[in-house]
């Protein structure tokens, strides 16, 4: 019999429990495709007694992860744990200490000790895998290391966490405020423990920092990011943005630029027709441009049992085959740290703010634009109160200094109540 290949599993929660699931009733299948076994030798998580449905009993068991990843008889240490510190990263060192392969789904703690664990792993002569670190089901980061290798990439960009994008679509369909969607997807669990990962842009963050390093060959720098959650997102400007041919999602663009490498996870305005405009719910998608290929689109589920699992077993797969890629597409020691660039490239911008109903308003808010060097495209104005009236403008590209001066000096004008709303419309 061939040699089969030996799995020790830390992490026994939604994900973990999907690849004993796959493994179980995929190993012929497993075993067809790879040309040898694919078998689970021991597992390790909090708790031993709790009721996961799904039959252990074959399995040794670790109560510590450490020790478990150090077992002499697992050839990879697959890691399902999550959170940066800790248990998830104490074991991940002690794995590529002792020699294992390792298949992650930690999108923290690749985004935040990437470069150290990648390159212990290839001194160690091991390789880190972690398909199911991004967008859940989608083999994005095997599509960027493998199917566009030979491309030179000029951009990345996806919607990359599900939970806002439902939040955002709820918002939209039912009319609701940001706030009673916010509740109503933390009762129905659809939020990480910490809200905040989710709905503070951090996940997704983490996630573009990722696939940054992959597509432009540098070290993974989560600090560097340019994070806007989406919490400031109204229902007003989801309407009204609705209202000029836009959706708004928390999207996530990675570029290099002549000023340096830019990351971005914002709230964005993306034209109401493209693919990213037409995404509802859960689902991701991310887009990925390279000088060769033009644009790809892949869209599918970016979280959940199922598909976070399928692409553990999709790395888990590549190494029973013996295919060893590394980390981030090209040797650790090759990546190189990357200029943050401090301003992003310029952009249309979308203005929503209050004026007061008096002759000239329109035409001061106007002349600051002129004079900041901003031209407008299209405006509109709505139904008005009794001292005021809602106002929309879709400028030309401008940079976002440029509007910061020209938010600045909107207040000096005397016309607009409150604080404009100025949110980036990306090209797509
Ligand atoms: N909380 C994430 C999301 C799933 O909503 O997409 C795991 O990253």
Redesign the pocket.
């Known amino acids: 019999m061939t040699t089969p290949l030996r799995l020790g599993i830390a992490g026994l929660g939604t994900v973990g429990v999907g690849i004993v699931r796959i493994v179980q009733k995929h190993a012929d299948l497993l075993e067809k495709r790879a040309g040898r076994p694919v078998q689970i030798v021991a597992v390790s998580a909090r708790s031993k007694t709790k009721n996961r449905d799904v039959d252990l009993s074959a399995y040794d068991w670790e109560d510590s992860p450490v020790t478990l990843a150090k077992r002499e008889d697992i050839d990879v240490f697959v890691e399902v744990i999550g959170g940066h510190e800790g248990p998830a990263k104490d074991a991940t060192e002690a794995a590529i200490a002792s020699g294992k392969d390792v298949v992650s789904a930690n ?1 923290a703690l690749l985004a935040i000790h990437g470069q150290a664990l990648a390159e212990a792993a290839e001194a160690a002569g091991r390789v880190i895998r972690f398909e199911a670190a991004v967008a ?1 089901g989608i083999p994005v980061v095997k599509s960027l290391t493998e199917g566009l290798a030979g491309n030179e990439i000029t951009r990345v960009m996806g919607v ?4 806002c994008n439902y939040i955002l679509t709820r918002m939209q369909d039912a009319g609701l405020t940001y706030q009673a969607v916010f509740d109503e997807a933390n009762q129905l669990g659809y939020l ?1 423990a910490d809200p905040e990962l ?1 709905v503070g842009g951090i ?1 997704a963050g983490h996630k573009l920092a990722l696939l940054a390093s992959i597509a432009f060959g540098t070290q993974v720098d989560f600090d560097a990011v340019e994070l806007e959650g989406i919490g400031s997102v109204t229902i007003e400007d989801i309407n009204q943005a609705a209202d000029m041919g836009y959706k708004i999602k928390l999207l996530g663009v990675a570029q290099m630029t002549g000023r340096g490498l830019e990351q971005r996870m914002s709230p964005c305005l993306v034209p109401d027709s493209s693919p990213l405009g037409q995404l509802a719910g ?1 689902t ?1 998608m991310v887009v990925l441009e390279g000088d060769a290929v033009s644009q790809i689109v892949l869209r599918g589920p ?2 959940g049992e199922g598909p976070t699992a399928s692409a553990v077993m999709g790395d888990v797969m590549d190494i029973a085959r013996g295919m060893r890629v590394t980390t981030f597409g090209q040797p650790a020691s090759t990546l190189r740290k990357a200029r943050a660039a401090r301003a992003a490239v310029a952009a249309p911008y979308y203005l929503r703010m209050q004026l007061i109903d008096k002759p000239g308003a329109l035409a001061k808010v106007a002349h600051v634009l002129g004079e900041a060097g901003i031209s407008i495209d299209r405006m509109r104005q709505y139904d008005h109160t009794d001292t005021s009236a809602p106002v929309l403008i879709v400028t030309h590209k401008t940079t976002r200094s440029a509007l910061d001066e020209a938010l600045t000096q909107f207040k000096a004008t005397g016309v607009v109540v409150g604080d404009p709303v100025a949110i980036r419309i990306e090209a797509v």
Do not use: F, T
């Open positions: 999108k859940g990359m966490n599900g939970s990480e989710d996940d859960g991701n970016g979280a």
